[in-house]
């Protein structure tokens, strides 16, 4: 009986795995709405490329951060970055009025594909 439910948790958690939620560098499927989201209410700051480069950065401080840049992905979780959209961070607005948790979960999806 042992066994069998050993076998069960260690199947559980390599579909947990697997599936991208435990390993935080993973992006969450998206299914592109998080892209659309990003060039709405993204990419003025963010930049296209995710860079940070955006058309509406001059002047602000701290800039955005380049999101291809691979030191800004260390100690970084979702549940941070979520966070960080959804209540905002230095000279970025938090979001939770106008998105919501999905469409954030989606938006953080998207920036994570410009991680290198």
């Known amino acids: 009986m042992r066994a069998k439910y050993g076998k069960m948790l260690w199947g559980a958690l390599l579909l947990f795995f697997i ?5 935080p560098g993973r992006a969450l499927a998206d299914g592109g709405e998080g892209k659309k989201i990003y060039e709405a209410h993204c990419l003025s700051c963010h930049g296209v490329h995710g860079n940070g480069q955006g058309p509406a950065t ?38 939770s009025d106008t998105l919501s948790p999905g ?14």
């Not at 001059?58 to 970055?81: H, K, Q, V």
């Open 19 to 23: 599936s991208g939620f435990g390993d």
């Open 58 to 95: 001059r002047g602000l401080s701290p800039p955005p951060p380049d999101f291809t840049d691979p030191a800004f992905w260390e100690n970084r979780t979702n549940s941070f970055l979520f966070h960080v959209i959804q209540n905002g961070l230095g000279s970025m607005p938090g979001w």
């Open 103 to 116: 469409s954030i979960e989606d938006v953080l999806s998207y920036i994570r594909t410009f991680r290198r």
